[in-house]
């Protein structure tokens, strides 16, 4: 039960009080080693490389270089790590470009333990974790105060309806925050043919993460 076979996580975060925490309580449990932690981004990198992390807790705002900037650096390297990006929401605008920088989910620092450990094995299995009540309040901050509304519901309506009835009803389903094991048991399909069905959603719809397509589910009036 040692290294070997748990997941290794890094921990990236310039407040001491949560590093404690989330080594804290990640180290509670059998199939998680917490193997570092880091105080900014350009620290994240360097420890990166040395410990070779199967998963990135990312806080986003951090002095010398950002969580964004840094998730931009580990995707660009060879077999990055997941990046789950932490965040206090409240301030910060950058999460969607963390998304489609290369980050496997996102969840708010104040987020129940039990949410966290399960997003950490979400991403470990291969299903990016997308949060409904954060993706909700994300999608409302988004959307606040924006002028082309109309436009881009009619943009987001054409690009739903180019998708095919089993490809809509994923899309859907990822707009609601469900998991591929998740949408496989609602659809009665299997897990391979659902990545294959989001694979398609991706491309049709030209995003590059699921909240993406969740946006474009709301933007066309469909969640």
Do not use: C, W
């Amino acid at each position: 039960m040692g290294g070997v076979s748990a997941t290794r996580v890094l921990v990236v975060d310039d407040d001491a009080l949560v590093r404690s925490a989330l080594r804290l309580m990640l180290g509670g449990q059998a199939d998680l080693e917490v193997v570092g932690e880091a105080v900014d981004g350009r620290d994240g990198l360097t420890r990166a490389a040395e410990l070779r992390p199967d998963v990135v807790l990312m806080d986003i705002r951090m002095p010398r270089l950002d969580g964004l900037e840094a998730t931009r650096a580990l995707m660009a390297g060879p077999q990055p790590p997941k990046v789950v990006v932490l965040t206090t929401f409240d301030a910060d605008q950058y999460v969607v470009e963390a998304l489609a920088a290369g980050a496997d989910g996102f969840l708010l620092k104040d987020t129940e333990p039990q949410e966290i450990v399960a997003a950490i094995r979400k991403v470990v299995a291969g299903d990016p974790m997308l949060s409904p009540s954060v993706t909700r309040r994300l999608i409302d901050r988004l959307r606040s105060g924006d002028d082309e509304a109309a436009e881009r519901a009619k943009q987001a309506a054409q690009a739903i309806a180019a998708l095919t009835d089993r490809e809509r009803d994923v899309a859907l389903a990822i707009g609601r925050g469900l998991s591929n094991a998740e949408i496989a048991a609602e659809l009665h399909l299997s897990v391979p043919t659902v990545k294959a069905h989001v694979s398609h959603v991706f491309d049709k719809l030209g995003v590059t993460n699921r909240v993406q397509i969740a946006i474009r589910v709301h933007d066309a009036g469909l969640d």
